[in-house]
């Protein structure tokens, strides 16, 4: 059952990172997901394990983990989708 819940925290995460960077998350719900999880070890890293905790994920270090990695990834992309092909 804890798996369930990191799976639905991790997508909330995940969404919630999206909303605020106003971008999409590719990948859909499963990006959602790995963005969370990705983003919440992220947070973990930079700013440690601090305020509430909600199904094994501390909320506020992880959601601003995921949007760190969503910024990171989002200028991957970008650079790598933005070359012209001669």
Do not use: K, Q
């Given at each position: 059952?804890?798996?369930?819940?990191?799976?639905?925290?991790?997508?909330?995460?995940?969404?919630?990172?999206?909303?605020?960077?106003?971008?999409?998350?590719?990948?859909?719900?499963?990006?959602?997901?790995?963005?969370?999880?990705?983003?919440?070890?992220?947070?973990?890293?930079?700013?440690?394990?601090?305020?509430?905790?909600?199904?094994?994920?501390?909320?506020?270090?992880?959601?601003?983990?995921?949007?760190?990695?969503?910024?990171?990834?989002?200028?991957?992309?970008?650079?790598?989708?933005?070359?012209s092909r001669?």
């Amino acid at each position: 059952m804890s798996f369930l819940w990191m799976l639905i925290v991790g997508g909330i995460i995940g969404w919630l990172a999206g909303l605020i960077m106003g971008r999409d998350i590719p990948g859909g719900v499963i990006g959602n997901i790995i963005a969370g999880i990705l983003g919440s070890w992220l947070g973990g890293l930079i700013l440690g394990n601090w305020g509430p905790e909600v199904g094994g994920f501390y909320v506020l270090p992880s959601l601003i983990g995921a949007v760190v990695l969503i910024f990171i990834v989002s200028l991957i992309l970008r650079s790598v989708g933005g070359r012209s092909r001669s």
